[in-house]
Structures are given as C-alpha cells and as structure tokens.
C-alpha cells in the first residue's frame, strides 16, 4: 500500500502522516527532511538552500528522485508537495490526498508550532509558496493548484488531526479493503 500526502504548508499534512502512519504501520517518508537535510549537508540555512534550489533545478531533480524510489518501493506513506505527482509520474498505484486550508489558519499553525509572529508567517508562506509554485512549472510543467491529480482532497480549516486522518482511513479501505486497516 502506498498513500501520498500533499498539501499546502502549514495544512496539516505531516500531522495526518504521522497519525496514518501509526495506525497503518508504514513508514513516513517525508520530502521535508530529505531538504532539510541536503541544506544541513551543504552547511547552509534552509533559507540559502530554497534560494539555491531556485537556481539550481538539480536540488529538486535529486530530491524527487529519491521520492521517486520510495514510491517503486511502496508500502510507505509519501509526504510531500510532489509526492503525487511522483508516483502518477512513476506509474505507481497510491492513494493520493491533498490537504488545504485557508492562507491565515495555516499561516497561525505555522506560527504557533514556531514560535511566529502568524502575520510574518503569512508572508513568509506566500513567497515560499509562489517559489516552489515557480520551480515546480519549469522543471516538471506540473501546476501545484491544480488538485485534479487527487483521490482524496481534504480542507483542514475546521476538521481536526484526527477527523481527517479516519477521512483518509475510509479511503483506504474502500481503494484497499476493509483488512487494510488495522484495528484500533
């Protein structure tokens, strides 16, 4: 079984992967730490890193090529902003999820998990998001809005963790069967 979580910062995304992860006994294979870890290895703030990316489309190209062979492998949850269109890309089977909520209610979550002023964050989320936007259309010509690609699409705004995590676990049984899913 393969699941795919993507999303917009600050939806909730690696919350709702955790928690499936749990239930379901898979592994968490988080795009995120795959950058951030690249940054720390290049000995730079993640900041330098995203600026670098911009100018440097072999940084996303590795990235999502590791992703890429997490996907063939399966039996995982893939986390991040790529993640289905890697494995639509890849021809493998996945239930693909995207989380969304409103621009302020992600900028406060972000805010709050950080220690951040929300407002800053709001920006700072902006110009993130019109970044990967940008990298995204001319590496892969892929639209991060268009949600088309998407089994499932979830708005986060007022449903909680773990509302949306049992929204994906009926996904996953009606794609995979009722024995997919553990019991509690």
């Known amino acids: 079984m393969l699941i ?24 968490h294979i988080y795009a995120g730490d795959l950058y951030r870890r690249a940054a720390a290895e290049r000995g730079i703030s993640l ?26 492998a399966g039996n995982a949850i893939l986390e991040g902003r790529l993640a289905a269109f890697i494995v639509q890309q890849e021809g493998v089977e996945a239930l693909k999820v995207f989380l969304t909520a409103s ?28 970044s990967d936007a940008g990298r995204y259309r001319e590496i892969y010509g892929f639209d991060l809005g268009d949600t088309s690609i998407y089994d499932v699409v979830l708005d986060s705004d ?27």
């Open 47 to 72: 900041a330098e890193f995203n600026r670098l990316s911009e100018q440097d489309h072999s940084i996303d190209r590795d990235l999502d090529a590791r992703m890429a062979e997490h996907a063939r």
């Open 158 to 184: 007022h449903a909680t963790p773990d509302e949306l995590a049992e929204r994906v676990l009926a996904a996953v049984r009606q794609r995979y069967g009722a024995g997919a899913v553990p019991a509690a």
């Open 103 to 130: 621009a302020a209610v992600r900028a406060q979550r972000v805010g709050q998990r950080e220690g951040s002023d929300w407002q800053q964050v709001l920006e700072q989320n902006r110009v993130r998001q019109a």
């Open 4 to 27: 795919t979580i993507s999303g917009t910062p600050g939806s909730g995304k690696t919350t709702v992967a955790k928690l499936l992860c749990a239930r379901l006994r898979l592994p």
